[in-house]
């Protein structure tokens, strides 16, 4: 009986001890994030998951990329984190315009996406902005964590600014 009970317990602290390596980002709304980047002393860079509810390479990488210890800790460090519904209905204010849901198709679309995406609606994409909320970059499609963190350090670390990707990335 005590062995049992040592193996049951043994079993729920790694259980735990699994479930504290996850790391729960605070996704900030895009007034949440806007509001940071004019308050802050030292604002920081925005990043903004850009995703639909349908899409499920979107769950798949806010599982297995962005819950990753190492991308969550350097995520939050160094960007403030948005997630943003390309199919929101609510009207978004950026660079004095306001963004609103446009019905199209079978789900319609956010103005905000499609100006951040390019026009490319394709999910997931992430972009980047600069600390004055200027585009630096979309990325569009899945991205598992290695090449991810290249992406993120990229941009957090002003990299950009000194190198192109081809001379960064090694290609």
Same mark, same amino acid.
């Given at each position: @009986?005590?062995?049992? =009970?040592?193996? +049951? $317990?043994?079993? =729920?602290?790694?259980l ?8 729960? +980002? ?6 949440? &994030? ?13 990043? +903004? ?11 798949k ?13 350097? @995520?939050? &460090? ?7 519904? &390309? ?8 660079k ?7 019905? $199209?198709?079978?789900?319609?679309y ?5 100006? !951040? !995406? ?10 980047? !902005?600069?600390?004055?909320?200027? @585009? ?22 002003? +990299? ?8 960064? &990335?090694?290609?």
């Amino acid at each position: @009986m005590r062995k049992t =009970f040592t193996q +049951i $317990s043994l079993f =729920f602290l790694l259980l735990v001890g699994l479930q504290t390596n996850a790391q729960d +980002i605070k996704w900030l709304s895009w007034d949440e &994030a806007v509001k940071l980047s004019q308050t802050d002393a030292k604002p920081k860079k925005m990043f +903004i998951d850009v995703y639909t509810d349908w899409c499920g390479w979107c769950k798949k990488m806010d599982k297995d990329t962005f819950q990753h210890p190492d991308v969550s800790k350097y @995520m939050q &460090a160094n960007f403030y984190m948005v997630k943003l519904d &390309a199919e929101g209905k609510d009207p978004i204010e950026y660079k004095g315009k306001t963004f609103k849901f446009v019905p $199209s198709g079978r789900n319609g679309y956010h103005e905000l996406a499609a100006a !951040l !995406l390019q026009g490319q609606l394709s999910y997931p994409t992430v972009v980047f !902005l600069d600390e004055e909320m200027n @585009m630096l970059s979309p990325v569009p499609g899945y991205q598992k964590v290695e090449p991810f963190m290249q992406i993120a350090k990229y941009f957090g670390e002003n +990299i950009y600014k000194d190198k192109d990707w081809q001379s960064y &990335a090694g290609k």
